[in-house]
């Protein structure tokens, strides 16, 4: 039987962080990874660049059960250590928007980085290597179909549930529960919105428009692009808000964020104008003719009554729409929920009750907004884990 000190299963971004920091604390440190090539959710995110982390990170573009669990690794390990790390591997990038940072060439920069640093480090990693069974005795027991290997720390990272065709499982989550370890509700975040099929043919007309809106949910609210599709709604401003909707309520959305309706209506009430062409001004102007026809509602401005227009209005503002469900794991970019926080150190990320095994990055339960604060989290959990195992 093969000994090392920390045995990290999962070949991600927190995975090989994490393998990287307990290496140059002289651990000997060993990688699994079910997959033949590693760091294939880095090499397609961020559209093939990787939004390695955002600048603006804060424990409030996160959700969790217990909000404050994520706070003590993301204030050790910050965006600007990240960009460090990626300075010194003289690797371009470049601000694309709200403080996202992507690679000016290829997200396999990032990983080939990893690689390098991994081996500076003395961490050995094996990947198409499936973990078949671990148990616990004086020390962790891991049998895989490579053999069988013993560690004092044994780190799970072996991500969430989506991007199945990535090779995602639920393997990590299944391992805490042979632990005892308690689950979130796991679900699609970061992921389109559907509607039923009579809803999807009333809104077809306004299918592939985009448009700059204010979306609130539960709460929550996200100010970015909405794209109507032949499915649902998507868009940065629905997947942000998809972490937090649930079945059965209803997106309010305003179409007009930047603006009151009621200053250019009263400005045009008693023109001749239609209505939709007057809304032309301030939306794309083929969703603001189908909006209009969606609701029966363009005629000339001096045809309508100020109650009609007081209604109309209150509807661009707070337009509603009752989501039927997501597209799942296989469109979602992140998984909610995970390894209950309670369970865990929010220092070291080791289980409260078994002592060497530690959980990092999505299979916790910290899922992250979107624009680059999933990748700071597993670099942040991964460097906690790294610190002590």
């Known amino acids: 039987m093969i000994k090392k000190d920390v045995i990290v299963i999962g070949a991600g971004a927190a995975g090989l962080l994490c393998a990287i920091e307990a290496g140059k604390r002289g651990r000997a440190v060993l990688v699994f990874d079910h997959a033949r090539e590693v760091g294939k959710k880095i090499m397609i995110s961020g559209g093939g660049r990787c939004n390695f982390t955002n600048i603006y990170t804060a424990p409030e573009n996160y959700l969790s059960a217990n909000p404050n669990f994520c706070k003590s690794a993301l204030a050790r390990y910050t965006p600007q250590d990240f960009i460090a790390l990626v300075e010194k591997h003289r690797i371009r990038y470049h601000e694309k928007k709200l403080g996202q940072l992507f690679c000016d060439g290829s997200a396999r920069e990032i990983v080939s980085m990893l690689l390098a640093e991994c081996e500076e480090a003395g961490a050995e990693i094996k990947s198409g290597t499936t973990v078949r069974k671990v148990r616990k005795d004086s020390s962790f027991v891991i049998e895989t179909g490579n053999g069988d290997y013993e560690c004092e720390s044994l780190v799970v990272a072996t991500g969430g549930l989506s991007i199945p065709k990535m090779g995602a499982t639920d393997y990590g989550y299944r391992l805490a529960k042979d632990f005892g370890l308690r689950i979130r509700e796991t679900r699609p975040a970061l992921v389109p919105l559907t509607f039923a099929p009579n809803r999807i043919e009333e809104l077809k007309a306004l299918s592939g428009i985009s448009i700059d809106a204010l979306v609130s949910c539960n709460g929550a609210e996200f100010r970015e692009n909405i794209l109507l599709t032949h499915r649902g709604v998507s868009g940065p401003a629905i997947l942000q808000i998809s972490s937090y909707w649930k079945r059965g309520v209803a997106l309010s959305i305003n179409l007009l964020p930047d603006t009151d309706a009621r200053t250019f209506f009263d400005a045009k009430h ?120």
């Open 270 to 389: 008693e023109s001749e104008i239609e209505l939709a062409n007057l809304l032309s001004h301030h939306l794309p102007r083929r969703f603001a003719h189908a909006w209009c026809d969606l609701y029966a509602c363009s005629k000339p401005m001096n045809r309508f009554s100020t109650k009609e227009l007081e209604k109309i209005r209150a509807q661009l503002h707070r337009w509603q729409l009752e989501p039927d469900g997501t597209e799942g794991f296989a469109k979602a970019e992140v998984t909610a929920g995970g390894v209950d926080t309670d369970e865990l150190s929010s220092q070291t990320m080791e289980s409260k009750r078994i002592a060497g095994l530690y959980f990092i990055g999505e299979v916790v339960d910290v899922t992250g907004h979107l624009g680059g604060y999933n990748f700071q989290w597993a670099w942040a959990s991964g460097f906690a884990a790294g610190q002590y195992a």
